[in-house]
C-alpha cells in the first residue's frame, strides 16, 4: 500500500477529504520520527519501535575481496503487537 492509498482509505473510513487526511498523516508522521528520535514508539495494539545500534563490523568487498571497516549505525526495529501476528497469520 502506498502512502495515497493509505490516505484514501483513512479518508473514506474517518469520513474527511483526502486533504484533510492528507494533513493528519503528515503530523502523525512528524510526531512518529520524533518520538523515535526520543528513543522509541509504542502503538497500543499496532507494536513497538525502537532505535537500535549495529555495531561496527568488518565486511569484505565482493569485488577486491579486501577487508573493509563498516561503522556502526542505528537503526529502527519494530516488534508486531500480538492482534497484528494473529491476523497476518
Known sequence: MTKTQ??????AKAEVTKKEAAKIYDALYEA??????????QLAGLGSFAVKTRAARTGINPRTKQAIKIPAS??????AAKAIKDKVN
Open 6 to 11: 493509505l490516505i484514501e482509505k483513512a479518508a
Open 32 to 41: 512518529f520520527v520524533e518520538g523515535l528520535a526520543e528513543g522509541g514508539v
Open 74 to 79: 542505528k537503526y529502527v526495529s519494530f516488534s
